[in-house]
């Protein structure tokens, strides 16, 4: 690949905390503005799950001077848009450049103060509840993280997607729950703004301390110690239900974001199932090594600010206990000969310098977009890093870093689950 493109981002943190990103752009005449608030599942109760989201649509929903976030951007040119995590919570809005006064208004008013109306919480509960339906109880293997996180974290509050244990949390929500949550989470000194596009750093500057300035500083809530504990890890998990075909999982704690291990996880599921020349697809699924067994092979990583968790995965073309077990043992041996050197099945520099290339490649394909470029900054500026070290730190792997993951996590706890397609056994 060519020399690495630099991103040279300028910062500046207000007095009452808030953290500021800018990065300019001149190809383009618009401009992202995108807050990142240090929240999420992770902090809510176990028997009030799923708040973090609901919270999430309610910025939408009217704020002390505006009503309509979104009929005021709209009119301004722009769009916003916004997603939840177990870990941080993430808003961003894009518009013309020369209106980017508004989006800063907009932010700013809801971080001051939503207007907690008992109709808007009524309307966001109505709108949750129903995408807790679609997207888990009438969609095939819709639970199936729920299913998995609560085999591998136990007690940990990585316990249960963002989405919530169940419907009836949401319920329960009153707006004494949603008042509260706002001043123990939303506040300037839990916030990082990021700005990208066509705007200067000094305009920046004077618009984030005109519009954000004056709102104070809050009592953040604690974040109680939340220790990871490998006992509680459950082996197996069987389910049956009326899917179309049989889906075995096997799920591997690993590293938390930024520990040693974290990026050579991720690395390990690009040299198992990244593109038609990754280890699953060749061996499992085109090469048909598995007598027609594999539909589909994938591995993936939840990463996460705590002990995330990677995952083999695959779809099964023939049914019972017997294609279950020999899924799960290639599954299982793929991962194992990444112990190996490279005599003997392990990874080569070939591959290696393969998955490089892709995720440099996809590295730079999203921060030249100035939308996908604010986000990334605002979540660099959250770990403390720099976004131009990415590529360098993923390429500084080795084969030899790999063979000591691989052998971590199959040293570690596991689970396995298998998501049965009804009557099959």
């Given at each position: 690949?060519?020399?690495?493109?630099?991103?040279?981002?300028?910062?500046?943190?207000?007095?009452?905390?808030?953290?500021?990103?800018?990065?300019?752009?001149?190809?383009?005449?618009?401009?992202?503005?995108?807050?990142?608030?240090?929240?999420?599942?992770?902090?809510?109760?176990p028997e009030l799950t799923g708040i973090a989201h609901l919270f999430e649509h309610l910025?939408?929903?009217?704020?002390?001077?505006?009503?309509?976030?979104?009929?005021?951007?709209?009119?301004?040119?722009?769009?916003?848009?916004?997603?939840?995590?177990?870990?941080?919570?993430?808003?961003?809005?894009?518009?013309?450049?020369?209106?980017?006064?508004?989006?800063?208004?907009?932010?700013?008013?809801?971080?001051?103060?939503?207007?907690?109306?008992?109709?808007?919480?009524?309307?966001?509960?109505?709108?949750?509840?129903?995408?807790?339906k679609e997207r888990v109880l009438n969609a095939p293997y819709g639970d199936i993280y729920?299913?998995?996180?609560?085999?591998?974290?136990?007690?940990?509050?990585?316990?249960?997607?963002?989405?919530?244990?169940k419907p009836e949390h949401i319920e329960r929500v009153h707006l004494e729950d949603i008042?509260?949550?706002?001043?123990?989470?939303?506040?300037?000194?839990?916030?990082?703004?990021?700005?990208?596009?066509?705007?200067?750093?000094?305009?920046?500057?004077?618009?984030?301390?005109?519009?954000?300035?004056?709102?104070?500083?809050?009592?953040?809530?604690?974040?109680?110690?939340?220790?990871?504990?490998?006992?509680?890890?459950?082996?197996?998990?069987?389910?049956?239900?009326?899917?179309?075909?049989?889906?075995?999982?096997?799920?591997?704690?690993?590293?938390?974001?930024?520990?040693?291990?974290?990026?050579?996880?991720?690395?390990?599921?690009?040299?198992?199932?990244?593109?038609?020349?990754?280890?699953?697809?060749?061996?499992?699924?085109?090469?048909?090594?598995?007598?027609?067994?594999?539909?589909?092979?994938?591995?993936?990583?939840?990463?996460?600010?705590?002990?995330?968790?990677?995952?083999?995965?695959?779809?099964?073309?023939?049914?019972?206990?017997?294609?279950?077990?020999?899924?799960?043992?290639?599954?299982?041996?793929?991962?194992?000969?990444?112990?190996?050197?490279?005599?003997?099945?392990?990874?080569?520099?070939?591959?290696?310098?393969?998955?490089?290339?892709?995720?440099?490649?996809?590295?730079?394909?999203?921060?030249?977009?100035?939308?996908?470029?604010?986000?990334?900054?605002?979540?660099?500026?959250?770990?403390?890093?720099?976004?131009?070290?990415?590529?360098?730190?993923?390429?500084?792997?080795?084969?030899?870093?790999?063979?000591?993951?691989?052998?971590?996590?199959?040293?570690?706890?596991?689970?396995?689950?298998?998501?049965?397609?009804?009557?099959?056994?």
């Amino acid at each position: 690949m060519s020399e690495e493109r630099t991103i040279n981002p300028r910062r500046i943190t207000l007095e009452n905390g808030l953290r500021i990103v800018h990065n300019y752009d001149p190809s383009t005449a618009m401009v992202a503005v995108d807050v990142l608030y240090d929240t999420g599942a992770r902090d809510e109760s176990p028997e009030l799950t799923g708040i973090a989201h609901l919270f999430e649509h309610l910025m939408f929903a009217g704020s002390e001077n505006v009503e309509d976030f979104d009929g005021v951007l709209q009119d301004a040119g722009g769009s916003s848009n916004a997603w939840t995590s177990n870990d941080f919570t993430n808003f961003y809005d894009i518009l013309p450049a020369q209106n980017i006064e508004t989006a800063f208004y907009l932010e700013s008013d809801r971080m001051k103060a939503l207007s907690f109306r008992e109709d808007a919480l009524e309307v966001q509960r109505g709108v949750v509840i129903e995408e807790f339906k679609e997207r888990v109880l009438n969609a095939p293997y819709g639970d199936i993280y729920h299913l998995l996180r609560a085999a591998v974290y136990g007690t940990h509050p990585y316990s249960w997607p963002t989405i919530g244990i169940k419907p009836e949390h949401i319920e329960r929500v009153h707006l004494e729950d949603i008042r509260s949550w706002f001043y123990s989470h939303y506040a300037p000194d839990n916030a990082i703004l990021s700005v990208c596009g066509n705007v200067s750093f000094e305009r920046t500057c004077a618009l984030a301390r005109k519009w954000f300035g004056d709102i104070a500083r809050r009592n953040i809530a604690p974040r109680a110690p939340q220790a990871f504990d490998t006992d509680k890890v459950i082996p197996y998990t069987e389910v049956d239900a009326a899917v179309p075909q049989t889906v075995v999982v096997i799920a591997f704690p690993m590293a938390a974001y930024g520990k040693r291990g974290y990026a050579e996880a991720d690395t390990i599921t690009d040299l198992l199932a990244s593109g038609k020349a990754s280890r699953f697809y060749r061996r499992l699924v085109a090469e048909q090594a598995a007598d027609g067994l594999f539909a589909q092979a994938d591995a993936s990583i939840v990463g996460s600010e705590d002990t995330g968790m990677l995952m083999l995965m695959a779809f099964l073309n023939r049914k019972g206990q017997d294609a279950e077990d020999e899924a799960s043992r290639l599954l299982r041996k793929e991962l194992e000969l990444l112990k190996n050197s490279e005599a003997e099945g392990g990874c080569t520099r070939r591959e290696l310098e393969r998955v490089f290339n892709r995720f440099e490649t996809d590295f730079r394909l999203k921060t030249q977009s100035y939308r996908s470029l604010a986000t990334e900054l605002a979540i660099d500026e959250f770990h403390g890093e720099d976004i131009n070290n990415r590529v360098s730190i993923r390429r500084s792997i080795s084969p030899a870093d790999i063979r000591q993951t691989a052998s971590e996590l199959l040293d570690g706890p596991s689970t396995t689950l298998v998501y049965r397609s009804a009557g099959s056994k």
